[in-house]
Every structure is written in C-alpha cells, then in structure tokens.
C-alpha cells in the first residue's frame, strides 16, 4: 500500500510559478513510478507528467512541455513538481499518483492516489 499526500497548491498569477509536492508513506517508494494529473472545474482528470521509480525516465504532455518539470528524491520519497509560465488553463486540482510498477504512461495503471491540491492561475 502506498499513501501520497500533495502540497504546494495556492493561488499565482499568469506567468507566474509554483512547486508542488508529493510525500509517500512507503518504504519501498524507490521500487514506484509516479504521475502527477489534475481535474479543471467540469473537465475531465487529465494524466500531466510522469517519472520512473529511479527518476530516469520522464513523460510530459504536449500542454506543459517546457514549462514543468518533474524531479524525485527517493531517500526523502517525495516526487516535485516544478510549474512554471503558469496559465489559467493550468488552473485545477493536482493529483500525485503510483502504478504498480516502476513506470507508466498508461493512466489507468495508477491505483494509489493522493487527496489532491488546488491550482489557481488568475489572468
């Protein structure tokens, strides 16, 4: 079992950046990928990013390409989010994640999820 619990989120300008966070309650988090999705107001959960449990590998969607960055520190289990030229459309709740694996893409491979925090871009 894996618990994730996410902070950072707040209220930022457009252009403006935020770091989100991921801590997990498990001792074996370095044997997890991560992945980070967020749900906008009406829409959809969209899958964002993703890392390998060694930190290795990352995927990012076209939409924030260039403007996230995801890094991990597996002594500290903890997965960071690094949001920058931030959007209104980046306004949403973000959600840290684990597959049952080392790695994904695939969303529907995430089964432990944290509670969330909200992203607000102002215009």
């Known amino acids: 079992q894996v618990q994730l619990v996410e902070s950072g989120g707040g209220l930022v300008q457009a252009g403006g950046s935020l770091s989100l966070s991921c801590a997990a309650s498990?001792?074996?988090?370095?044997?997890?990928?991560i992945g980070w999705f967020r749900q906008a107001p009406g829409k959809e959960r969209e899958f964002v990013v993703a890392i390998s449990s060694g930190g290795h590998t990352t995927y990012y969607v076209d939409s924030v390409k260039g403007r996230f960055t995801i890094s991990r520190d597996n002594a500290k289990s903890t997965v960071r989010l690094q949001m920058n030229s931030l959007k209104p459309e980046d306004t949403a709740v973000y959600y840290c994640?684990?597959?049952?694996?080392?790695?994904?893409?695939?969303?529907?491979?995430?089964?432990?999820w944290g509670p969330g925090t909200h992203v607000t871009v102002s215009s």
């Open positions: 994640a684990a597959p049952r694996r080392a790695y994904s893409t695939s969303p529907s491979d995430y089964v432990y």
């Open positions: 498990t001792r074996t988090f370095s044997n997890y990928g």
